[in-house]
């Protein structure tokens, strides 16, 4: 069974620019959060979304957003980019059957952005 | 407010030793607790879960306990290899809502 693949592995932007991440859960996964993590902060939640709706925001800036396609497959845009943003953003995927909140996370590779 | 520490930051050992890598939390409400590994620039590797109502979970080299009444977990490492070098990261599963909140990890680094 394929694992997450997250796309692409490495970025490099300039600030004020925007940058689509894309991440392709586990098949059956119908969960994907995204993560921020960074040497000082850590890892940080930045959303999740499930059947296409997201239902959880961390407490990040409305220039992070993201979307849920009906194949389960997710991506996280950043717009107006800032130097700060530089880290690894990490996905994961997990089956939280209803009701259900004992699943396990499966993380992908990640995508490294420098901004530059 | 949900936090989670791990002690220590950076542990390095002589390769054969066993050793315990502590994870603490400040709040018992937890629905589960999971252990990962990150190696340099990669991903996250799930290591072990360990759900609310057990004590601990077991995979090969590894055990991961899990006392919820005084918000702590260990991953104990048996017979440590240079291949364990890695940081290893604690996160818990809380609320109502489905995010894990996560520890700063311990860095480990076995020495052959």
């Known amino acids: 069974k394929a694992g997450v693949t997250q796309t692409p592995r490495y970025l490099i932007k300039t600030r004020g620019q925007q940058v689509t991440l894309s991440c392709s859960p586990i098949?059956?996964?119908?969960?994907v959060s995204w993560y921020q993590q960074t040497p000082g902060q850590g890892l940080q939640f930045l959303f999740e979304?499930?059947?296409?709706?997201?239902?959880n925001k961390g407490n990040f800036p409305g220039r992070f957003s993201g979307r849920q396609f009906s194949n389960s497959r997710s991506e996280m845009n950043v717009s107006t980019l800032e130097l700060g943003d530089s880290a690894l953003y990490l996905c994961?995927?997990?089956?939280?059957?209803?009701?259900?909140?004992?699943?396990?996370?499966?993380f992908g590779q990640g995508t490294r952005l420098t901004v530059v | 407010k949900q936090e989670v520490t791990q002690i220590p930051a950076a542990l390095s050992v002589p390769e054969g030793e066993n050793l315990v890598l502590n994870c603490s939390f400040t709040?018992?409400?937890?629905?589960?607790l999971q252990w990962f590994r990150q190696d340099p620039g990669k991903g996250l590797t799930s290591l072990l879960l360990?759900?609310?109502s057990q004590r601990e979970q077991t995979s090969g080299r590894l055990n991961a306990s899990l006392d919820k009444s005084s918000g702590r977990s260990t991953l104990y490492i048996a017979a440590s290899q240079p291949g364990d070098s890695a940081t290893y990261l604690c996160a818990v599963g809380a609320g109502n809502n489905r995010k894990l909140i996560w520890g700063l990890g311990t860095s480990l680094a076995v020495n052959p």
């Open positions: 994961a995927s997990s089956w939280p059957r209803t009701g259900d909140y004992n699943t396990e996370a499966f």
């Open positions: 360990i759900q609310s």
């Open positions: 709040d018992s409400a937890i629905y589960n």
């Open positions: 979304y499930f059947s296409e709706t997201q239902r």
């Open positions: 098949s059956g996964h119908r969960s």
